[in-house]
């Protein structure tokens, strides 16, 4: 049931482009994106809420398809400040009063010189 | 800097002793929420809290852990009888529910190494 993220890994280039995905089993109401450096706690990039929509953050952006129980991350012209591993959290549609926020299984990135 | 704070943020302890770890969420959050992260693998939920309330704790914990978040502010994390699984980063996050876009900040981390 923990969403699954593709790429595992990636390596690139300064100023390359690259695209993470995070599918889920579940409908799902939100998905937020974090990323995290080697022995820090996860950084809140950007939610993105039910309806599609997609949002931006200087050069990192993402898009919500809820019809697919998808979203991705898209990091353009990226910078060494990039690298680390990106996670998903989604939160389903129905929740039945439990919680079911689940972290993704990640995406380790690498940006070099 | 989230605002988020937590204290140790490393702990060495020997297999069968008890620890105790502090979360201090950001002020105006009223949840709270405790996760614990192996190597490679993103953090895993043990427990959350709305103000003082504990509303749900994962099946995966066992009874030698127990939450606290007396006043509503800051929580404990404590873990009786340690076993050397429990190694572990253990993350705090705070976030201000019925907000539009509920976020989750993190703190730095415990990081919990049981010998």
């Known amino acids: 049931q923990q969403p699954v993220q593709s790429p595992q890994a990636v390596i690139l280039r300064e100023g390359e482009d690259a695209v993470i995905n995070c599918s889920s089993s579940?409908?799902?109401?939100?998905v937020h994106w974090y990323r995290q450096k080697h022995g820090e706690a996860p950084v809140f990039l950007m939610i993105l809420l039910k309806g599609g929509e997609q949002k931006g953050h200087e050069k990192i952006s993402a898009s919500f398809n809820e019809k697919k129980q998808q979203s991705s991350l898209y990091l353009t012209a990226s910078q060494l400040s990039y690298s680390g591993t990106y996670f998903c959290g989604t939160e389903p549609e129905m929740t039945s009063g439990t919680y079911k926020y689940i972290f993704g299984t990640g995406t380790r990135l690498k940006v070099l010189a | 800097d989230t605002g988020v704070s937590q204290d140790p943020r490393h702990k060495i302890t020997k297999r069968g002793q008890n620890v105790t770890f502090r979360c201090d969420p950001i002020s105006e959050h009223n949840r709270l929420y405790w996760y614990r992260q192996t190597l490679g693998q993103g953090p895993e939920f043990l427990t959350y809290?709305?103000?003082?309330?504990?509303?749900?704790k994962s099946r995966l914990l066992s009874d030698r852990f127990s939450a606290e978040r007396p006043k509503g502010s800051f929580s404990t994390l404590e873990i009786q009888r340690t076993e050397q699984g429990d190694s572990a980063m253990y993350l705090c996050?705070?976030?201000?529910?019925?907000?539009?876009?509920?976020?989750?900040?993190f703190g730095p981390g415990t990081r919990l190494l049981v010998l």
């Open positions: 996050a705070s976030s201000l529910a019925g907000s539009a876009q509920e976020t989750q900040y």
């Open positions: 579940k409908a799902l109401y939100s």
């Open positions: 809290f709305q103000n003082e309330a504990q509303l749900e």
